[in-house]
């Protein structure tokens, strides 16, 4: 009678309908499979779903734990909890499941999901004998009732797979259902009692790492705007894919008041509760390689990726905290968010007065194939910039015309401040703006690319927009690529911008062009 009186019904996809998901592998990795089918009936998940390799090592530990279940009828009596920071893809990886669970093993499966915020209508979910039936659920009634009625109906409902989407562990045991479901996927924090552990397997989908965003985003969403989703976004793919990110990271930056709190953000205190960090911490593994990582929670590490927040983070948080994030960073292999929290670990130590050593080489600008004398080159122009002192910092320009108005009134009056942040992402080119004082005592405006690799995209277009009002002004400007000082190496012999050759004219003309390494107060006393 219950399926008779529901409204919203239909058939489930035919299996070759689905994406195999349990047959992908390596190969598949940056591959988007279209679930149109799915999305029809959900209407969340999108059309297309991209294949990362985060994904083949969860879906590998799924089928590690239930294997016996799908091939011997075997009850695997396992609770599989999907953990992960927000808009990571926990519940879409969930639907997925469901979807193959109940079309290719013809299981029944019942599923009730809850969204934050209420975008979407609380839902219970029921796949049974190739039909789906859709209720509004916002007390979680339907889903008890289903539970329930399945035992009365012939049906072993511990061969039911009950999933439960979007709701936390406090949620769970306030309605009693600790024990009515098999899948979960959680934002939150999930700490099984000592006597559960053995029956719960808890897994952590990691953040989005660069690179797939950036092809999901160029090559699948044909988004001209990547760099600047990125900058705000991190590794949250709802951010990235999200036109109001700001307002959303804004929103996570006003819960936090204190030093204490920011450092939380590299833990997982707080994961869960009623602020709003979790928008803005991301959870990762520290190697992404290893399905094991994935449920051992020694392995996790917590982190924040979004540009934009740190940048608004460094005038309160001291060079440390952005030190232990670098060193989070490393530990995963994460050379994208090392580059990230190098440039707050910078723009720190410049906020809090720390003394900088910078040493710099000119850039020799030429095709090292052809031409071999490029270290003598780099070695006609060079010098030692000493930073110390205060210095008026502002962070300003929300988008690239901004940034040109900030350049044009900082150029009518040089000593409106001495340190530039963008609030946003010039095309990866400059991450600061320094009036430093070069050797001869010229001071220069320094248009700054702070970076940890030794090859670095560059465009020339981006820094003549910038410098060409203090050119206009005649005010000396420069460009530094600027590294951290590696004691093994002098990594300044080896930085290549990409392109390598600067060919605009404007600029050669204009504005000279420096490689240089840096070094701060605590790493001089050391040293």
Known sequence: MMLKQCKVSGDLPKEDDLPKLFEWTDDNCGNVMAINEIDDIVHFTGS???VRKEILC??????????DEFDHDKVVNKQFILMGSPGTGKSCILALICFYVAVHYKRPVVWFRQVAGGLYPITT???YKGKYYDWEDAKGEIYETLYNAMGSSGIDPIKCWFCLDGITQDKVIEKGWFNQYKLLATS???SPKSGAVP???MCLVPYWRQKDLEDFGRNHMQMSDVDDRLFVSGGSLREFLSDDAKTTVLLALKEIEKPEHAKNLLTTIGIGSSKQIDRIRMQGVQDRNKAEHYVNVEKWASCVMSKFALQRMAAMMSPDFF???????KGMKDDR?????LEGHFHSSVRHQRSILVQYYKYDNVNRKTVHDWESIMRQEMGSIEVNGPSVVKCEGGNRKECVAVMESWASNPSEMDYWIPAT???ETIDAVAKWTLPGKVVRFCFLQLTKATIRKFDADVLWELAQPFVNWQLPVCYIALLPEDPDEDKRLRFRMNPVEVTLQTVLDHIPLYVAHFQVASQLTSG
């Open 125 to 127: 979910r029921l796949f």
């Open 58 to 67: 969860v879906l590998e530990i799924f089928m590690n734990v239930y294997q």
């Open 337 to 341: 968010l090392e580059g990230v929290a």
């Open 48 to 50: 297309k779903f991209y």
């Open 199 to 201: 029956f719960v397997k």
């Open 188 to 190: 939150g924090q999930f």
């Open 425 to 427: 992402s010039l095309c």
């Open 323 to 329: 030190e232990t994030l670098m060193g989070i960073a």
